[in-house]
């Protein structure tokens, strides 16, 4: 055991040191989303933070759909567009559509687009019925991981790309590795965001630091001003499902759901808490 947990120390802390040297030595550049239509670039970013931050998945779709319309050669708009769409006819056109252009995109554009696309692949297989293997998840994971590093690494004030590269880190490593990445390569105003607070609380959870969790909960809750958005409810009830405090856990997933019925992540805990429930 003794020797497991330091092999496992020396890798956690190569990889940690290899993030610090490449923050070191990043400039921070200027991402070119591929669109010059500032209406198409306002809803795009706005619907980020409305999924994001505030778990507003309802209010993110208009925001993402109306960004494609605003300029339907904005490819990565049309990548948001077909990930939120619940509908599988209209996410098969869409990804026909990305395929068909995706070539006139930038390199660092594609670095993006490769892994949505992969996604909506994944998305469109699971509702056609198709059994997916596990090398193609694995795939899918590790071509995400890979392509995010990179796109972070060069566009470090991208708030919520890296926000998905700390998820991708947490699904391939662990509680433990995410989150110590997230306090390496995430910028002080960047942790103060609602996601980064209330996705450090559930993994503070995960890892039963169950007083840092309910700490960030409560940071969460003020920066988000006390108002009733999803995401509060949402990370409150991851916390306390870590906890096996289930009856709270349902509480806040309830509510979370009641505030925005599209919050695919907060019905994915739902119904897991009301197996839970089923077999009591």
Known sequence: MLTYLKVKTSLLTTFLICFCSCKKNISPSTFDYGTENDTALFYYQRGWQQIMDNGEWTLAEVSFRKASESDPDFILA??????ISQDLEEREKLLGEIIATEEKAS???????E???SSLQLMNKREAGIKLDKSTISDHYKLSEKNTRKFVHKYPNEDYVKAEYIEILHANHGAELALDSMNTIAASNQLELPFYLGYAAAMQAELSNFEEALQLLD????VLNDSLKPQFYASSAEVYFEMDSIKLARKYIDKAVKLDSNHLIAKGLQKKISLIDYKL
């Open 115 to 117: 892994v949505y696309k």
């Open 219 to 222: 940071k969460q809750r003020k």
């Open 78 to 83: 049309k990548c948001l567009k077909g990930r």
């Open 107 to 113: 390199q660092d554009q594609k670095l993006l687009i």
